[in-house]
């Protein structure tokens, strides 16, 4: 497959290119081999595309929710029916394996293009009675929204975004991860051929200074950023300079709390797949994995050898189970963690090492146990495939040490006492929370975090309250009562 796209940019309904830009060489995490270069967005061409999006907005506003709901389903269609051939490229763009990006990417994506087309058509506002006078709302949309995704999920964060900002009569103007530009070029071109009218949708390239000068200019309405805590900060301080909406979705260091009569089998599923599912970059992911005392010499051998039975290996073949991070300088920071982790006395179970032999940026999936609430690798988000299981005696104790973080992202709980799930669940300070499983996100349920690792929610009919707002109209129906 050529990765490399006809033009850097999507403005305006196509391509556009401008080589002044600085250039930015797309690599392929499972050989290190340059697959395609696009430049990142100059001045001229934030310019073009903010221009381009709010001289589409207005009048996309005024179609018809149902009109606009039809080109989103279209659209998820689309998607859904190029699921192999967007699949792999979100593998070249990432090097997450087929395996998962077959079902998990290009999939959401549609998904979400399909729920908010769905709900499109029923976005209204309310009529509030005052015994003769009412108040009438309108639900209007925000006007031109600004996009910036992480490297992780390309295409569905590219996804998750455009379709409540697009069914709610937004336009938005998206700016992939530079490690990660492909995919959302592709969303572009589909919603285009689904019948999106040109300027509603466009995606530039660049860094941080390109998503910078997004969220500073003042034709912006609102920014929806999903990266990590650090970068949240900046932005959120931007946009507040300019009373902007936002919804920052980032990152976690999420419990994940295992109680001694839990489904043994289910909660190491559980934890394997919130720690090594996508080579471990997941923002949601349970990294601190809290065992309780009887269950954990069963839980960490059981753990060990399926985690060493993992697949890792070309993500092109759908057999493979685990591919490289995304990155060298993703790779290099795993392995730093690894060595702090050893250094701060932490057991490494398993793994711990770069894959020998290949060119990738491959990490051996790692287990460390005796993990304590003061070290590093329990306390900062790694996004690779680390996992940290420390032991615990009781209940309270578990939650109390599960909320010592600044994050507050998700938080999970195996155990087969409903009335002790649902209590410990209600005590955790997360944001998106999974009982007997983990990090299933349906396109209907919110997901964000609370604490430093978010503001909003992303999908599920919360997320229209945060691409839209209410205008309140009274009406009077009788003559004006003034006192002079
Ligand atoms: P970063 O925070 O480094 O970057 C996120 C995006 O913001 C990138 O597109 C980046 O551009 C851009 N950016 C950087 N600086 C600025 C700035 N000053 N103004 C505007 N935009 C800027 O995150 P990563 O890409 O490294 O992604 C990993 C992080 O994302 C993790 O912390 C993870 O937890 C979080 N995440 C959160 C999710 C959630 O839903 N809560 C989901 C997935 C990931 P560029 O990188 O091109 O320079």
Redesign the pocket.
Known sequence: MNAQPPASHFINGGYVEDTAGTPIDVIYPASGEKIAKVYSATPAIVDQALAAAQAAQKSWARTSGTERGRVLRRAADLIRARNRELSTLETLDTGKPLQETLVADATSGADALEYFGGLAGALTGEHISLGTDFVYTIREPLGVCVG??????PTQ?ACWKAAPALACGNAIVF?????TPLCALKIAEILVEAGLPAGLYNVVQ???DV??A??SDPRVDKIS????????K??YA?AGAGVKHVTM????KSPLIVFDDANLEDAVGGAMLGNFYSSGQ???NGTRVFVQNGILPGFLEQLSARTEAIRLGDPLDEATQMGPLVSEAQMDKVLSYIEIGKAEGARLVTGGNRIEGRNGFYLEPTVFADVTDDMRIARE?I?GPVMSVLSFSDEAEAITRANATEFG?SAGVFTRDLTRAHRVIAELEAGSCWINTYNLAPVEAP???VKQ??VGR?NSKAAIEHYSQLKSVYVAMGPVEAPY
């Open positions: 910036i995704g992480a490297w992780n999920y964060i700016k992939p991860s530079e490690t660049g860094l941080g998503g910078s997004l969220v950023l999903t990266g990590s805590v650090p970068t949240g900046k932005v931007a979705e980032l990152g976690g997941v923002c949601s988000e996004f992202l997901f964000g975090g690792s978010g992303e």
